[in-house]
């Protein structure tokens, strides 16, 4: 038998596996619009970095989604419906994930070979993602369900606040890769062709990820400098609520940097402002609504 606790961390740890894996394909598709050679691209491949993009942006909700349940709605504590979530949104995150993948790959192999072969190289990549991903896991099909100790736990607090920190090293891959492309576009020919107003939101979405990483990089801090590393249910409050409260500045960031990749894209505020409140009310959904009334609905049962 595993131990809940157990397979709650190796879920968080493969969570962030797969964020990293994501990492650079998300700076890349946010970079790809202030690089030269975006502008010789074809108007469809334009389009369809910005589908990467959105496709992305999803995959990234949900894989961050489970930690902020786990914050929310179990305050640290294992679970085995927190398991099951752990395991259907990294199942989701793989399908928009696989698609921004093969989509990438034929933009950047339109470009340089031709339509044919980018169009061959993206099915392809897509193609093998799913039989990786999800066919290899379907022949094998041996989730073995039953082999955990109980339904809940009441989670050692060494373990909680272990939990705690690996939730924040599963978040901050994005806000690593958003926080290298705002920096650098703003040093870009790009940049200064932009319209003052994407060039303001970009400005404030940096500071938006600059606040994220900052929260996220806290708790480790505390635990260093103010706890000596030590396990504290002081530490545990300070480092949950640092984790939970930096995904909402990552969220108008990522949010925000949406917005202009698709002014440069489109050339259409509109489009720029719908892409952006779709994408914002996607992740606000999945960090905070959906927790905070799983929350409100466990509590009602429970009374």
């Known amino acids: 038998m595993v131990k809940l606790d157990r397979r709650i961390k190796t879920a968080l740890d493969e969570t962030r596996l797969l964020i990293l894996g994501s990492q650079v394909l ?11 050679g975006f502008e010789t691209l074809s108007t469809a491949s334009q389009h369809l970095l910005g589908a990467a993009l959105a496709l992305m942006v999803l995959s990234i909700a949900c894989l961050i989604a489970p930690s902020m349940q786990h914050r929310i709605v179990e305050t640290g504590q294992s679970t085995r419906r927190l398991e099951r979530a752990a395991t259907v949104f990294a199942e989701w995150s793989l399908l928009p994930f696989a698609a921004s993948l093969g989509l990438g790959i034929f933009v950047v192999f339109e470009r340089a070979f031709g339509t044919a072969t980018g169009i061959v190289t993206g099915i392809a990549s897509t193609v093998s993602a799913g039989l990786f991903w999800f066919g290899l896991a379907w022949r094998i099909g041996d989730r073995r369900a039953g082999n955990v100790t109980a339904d809940s736990t009441t989670t050692a607090l060494s373990t909680r606040i272990e939990q705690m920190l690996t939730e924040a090293r599963v978040i901050i891959p994005g806000c690593q890769a958003l926080l290298g492309f705002q920096l650098i576009a703003m040093l870009t020919q790009a940049f200064d062709q932009l319209p ?7 400005a404030a979405g940096l500071c938006c990820v600059t606040i994220s990483t900052i929260l996220l990089m806290t708790p480790a801090a505390l635990h260093r400098e103010s706890f000596g590393g030590n396990d504290s249910e002081l530490f545990l409050r300070l480092g949950a609520g640092f984790v939970v409260a930096a995904t909402l500045p990552l969220a108008l960031g990522v949010a925000a940097d949406v917005y202009v990749v698709f002014v ?17 009310l996607a992740m606000l959904s999945l960090w905070y609504l959906y927790p905070i009334w799983l929350r409100a609905r466990q509590r009602r049962a429970d009374a």
Do not use: N
């Open 264 to 280: 440069r894209i489109t050339h259409s505020t509109a489009s720029a402002i719908a892409a952006s409140l779709v994408l914002l």
């Open 26 to 36: 998300f700076g890349f598709l946010f970079e790809s619009v202030f690089q030269k």
């Open 196 to 202: 003052d107003t994407a060039k303001v939101i970009h």
